[in-house]
């Protein structure tokens, strides 16, 4: 417990009901939670298998396992419950499937998946209107609105359409067996209302609980926790108002403005201190984010020293803007002999990304991308996982159209479709309509002898997949389907050899993960729809710029940050600018500047090409809202005549490094 301050204190030792901690950036809130698990089994008697603590993201899950493993022995954090909300609603419909009328091994869809069949119920392959659909559904589903509310609830064509589709998304849902990402905290609500005594056995089994990030939580995430904690609301509940920025994601803020008056005996604990960046830089967060009208009042403060002034740069075009950052990040690499996992440039939108992109690449400077593509979404993982979904559950029909199809096995699209018409018709699942005679019958020998074939082979492999170890299974698989010959028979030997090798990496780390947890491949299968990122990709020793959405950025910090586009339209959004939406704009900028621990640049363009023409831009109005005090500004309208004497020492001190790094 040393080195903590009194309110960190606090929190760690209040059980006396629920607690709401408003930790503040940087103020230390991942150590509370941590200190407070270790404090709840080495001195209240909790057994560990009794206590879970709720994260938003794995990184954030891993991070905590990993110190609670520094305080407590090997076999007590083997047994906490350290996970994000998905997870937990994983393992609680798996013991509780029966319940609800799913097999334990039911399937979790990606999105890619889900938009296939709301595709298929709204008659559309647009990917906006799909995406568009896809979002509205969510939020219904996050909402806790079932499709006949939905039904109700719409106001015009396209939410019609949206509810319709809704729909029937769900009946074919249920008829694959499968849940999508929301459904995984959706159900255990629905579970748990209809069910009061599987309440009551996991308000038993899980005795108290931590939130971390509980600003974050939507309706859906906020009744869980609710039948979770029961009458004895023995929780921690950690987060930051300041920080709310994932509305438009259904998070709402509304669940911290409840808590008071849903539970009255709740102690509030403010965390102020940041142990992380400078006084000035604090300031100005302080200065913007003073402008939300404040549910809970709280101002942080620091004992790290004044630190340098915030720079703000007004750049003739986003061209400009781009060099300016690489030349300035490169000087100040050069003279302070920092690393470039010390730079981050941060951004509100990913398109933002490009030009700094290419003025990264020209110069030679590692970057790594946040919130890219995901290992799990390249197609040949997408093939290759297809097989495994369907070894862990026959019942899901698109994994089987993919894994019939790729490769090509004889198996035709006609075929498929009139196994499909057959199976709708009998209300079964693909894989069992296949086995079928009344199928047989409509499809000649030559057409049914390659699906039968496939559907065999699945059988085979099913049995050895659910009882031997992964790395012994896996390989054969492999084989069997002679994936290597299908990628360099259908792309250029560069790309067939890149496709390959993630192929031989996926299957390196599934067998890894099997022998390290001894786990067979149907178990293994089972957690991947929960993993957003290999292992590798989230090495923290690589040496790179880290290139990042702001959303992306929360949680993180950097040595120095450059935050670009700070215009109005940009940040904020111009499509935010209402008033409802520009407080959580606003938190946003705060979430911007209360990354940087020493400096912090900011900048804007005083015009930006768009498509083929320029167009004016203005600063955003968070660069007023900062004050003037501990900022120095330059560039544009407001440029102070260059400063040559500090020019000067600059340039001599480069010269004097040079000069060393010759000698």
């Known amino acids: 417990m040393s080195g903590l301050n009194p309110q960190q204190r606090e929190a760690i030792h209040y059980l006396d009901g629920p607690l709401l901690v408003l930790a503040g ?38 991070e905590m396992q990993e110190r609670i493993g520094k305080l407590l022995s090997k076999p007590q954090a083997g047994d906490l419950q350290i996970s994000t909300f998905h997870s937990l609603g994983v393992r609680i419909l798996r013991e509780e499937a029966k319940a609800l009328g799913y097999k ?22 647009d990917k906006g209107t799909l995406r568009h659909l896809q979002s509205i559904i969510s939020n219904w589903k996050n909402g806790l609105i079932t499709p006949e509310a939905a039904l109700k609830l719409a106001k015009d064509d396209h939410q019609t359409l949206a509810a319709h589709a809704y729909l029937t998304y769900e009946a074919t849902l249920k008829a694959y067996q499968a849940v999508d990402f929301d459904d995984l905290i959706g159900l255990p609500v629905v579970l ?52 709310a920025i994932y509305g438009w994601r259904g998070a709402d803020i509304d669940n911290l403005k409840k808590l008071p008056a849903e539970f009255p005996s709740l102690k509030v604990i403010k965390l102020e201190q940041n142990y992380r960046s400078t006084v000035r830089i604090l300031k100005a967060a302080n200065n913007v984010i003073a402008n939300n009208e404040k549910l809970f009042d709280k101002k942080l403060w620091s004992d790290l020293g004044h630190g340098e002034q915030i720079a703000v740069t007004a750049c003739r ?64 993982i997408k093939d290759i996982t297809a097989y495994l979904r369907l070894l862990t559950n026959e019942d899901d029909d698109p994994a089987f159209i993919r894994a019939a199809t790729t490769p090509k096995r004889g198996i035709g699209a006609a075929t498929l479709q009139v196994l499909g018409t057959y199976a709708g018709e009998r209300h079964v699942s693909l894989f069992q309509a296949a086995f079928e005679e009344g199928f047989a019958h409509r499809v000649q020998s030559r057409q049914l002898e390659p699906l039968l074939e496939f559907c065999n082979f699945i059988n085979r492999l099913q049995h050895r997949a659910g009882t031997e170890p992964a790395q012994q299974v896996l390989p054969d698989l492999l084989k069997a389907i002679d994936y290597e010959t ?56 690589y040496d790179a710029v880290q290139l ?29 600018i209402d008033p409802a939406k520009i407080e959580e704009e606003r938190r946003l900028m705060y979430v911007g500047i209360t990354r940087a621990q020493h400096t912090l640049n900011i900048s804007y363009c005083e015009r930006r090409k768009q498509m083929r023409e320029f167009v004016p831009c203005e600063p955003s109005r968070f660069i007023e809202e900062m004050g003037k005090d ?19 020492a600059r340039l001599d001190a480069m010269k004097a490094m040079l000069a060393g790094n010759k000698r």
């Open 25 to 62: 950036a940087g103020s230390g809130k991942t150590r509370v939670i941590t200190q407070k698990i270790a404090y709840l089994v080495q001195d209240c008697g909790f057994q560990p298998r009794n206590i879970a603590a709720i994260t938003f993201t794995n990184k954030a899950a891993k």
């Open 317 to 380: 075009d986003n061209d400009a803007e781009a060099e300016s950052v690489v030349m300035k990040l490169q000087a100040h690499r050069f003279q302070h002999r920092s690393k470039f996992k010390d730079y981050a440039i941060l951004y509100r939108s990913n398109h933002q990304a490009r030009g700094f992109e290419e003025y990264l690449r020209d110069h030679r400077i590692p970057y790594l991308l946040s919130g890219g593509k995901s290992f799990f979404d390249k197609p040949e």
């Open 630 to 648: 501990d900022i120095r500004f330059s560039g544009g309208k407001d440029a102070a005549p260059p400063d040559k004497a500090t020019g000067n």
């Open 486 to 541: 299908f990628l360099y028979d259908h792309e250029e030997e560069r790309t067939a050899q890149t496709r390959w090798g993630n192929v031989c990496e996926f299957a390196n780390w599934l067998n890894k993960k099997g022998e390290e947890q001894g786990k067979t491949l149907i178990e293994l299968t089972q957690s991947i729809a929960l993993i957003n990122m290999l292992d590798k990709q989230n090495d923290e020793d």
């Open 192 to 243: 748990f209302q209809k069910h009061p005594e599987i309440a009551d056995k996991w308000q038993n089994r899980l005795r108290y609980l931590l939130v971390d990030e509980y600003q974050d939580t939507n309706a859906c995430q906020y009744q869980l926790l609710k039948l979770l904690t029961g009458v004895r609301a023995q929780f921690t509940a950690v987060g930051d108002d300041d920080q």
């Open 104 to 125: 334990p091994r039911f399937s979790i869809f990606d999105s890619a998946d889900c938009a296939g069949i709301i595709g298929e119920a709204a008659k559309t392959v």
């Open 548 to 576: 990042s959405t702001l959303h992306a950025a929360k949680g993180l910090e950097y040595k120095h940050v450059f935050l670009v586009g700070v215009e109005e339209g940009i940040l904020p959004h111009r499509e935010s």
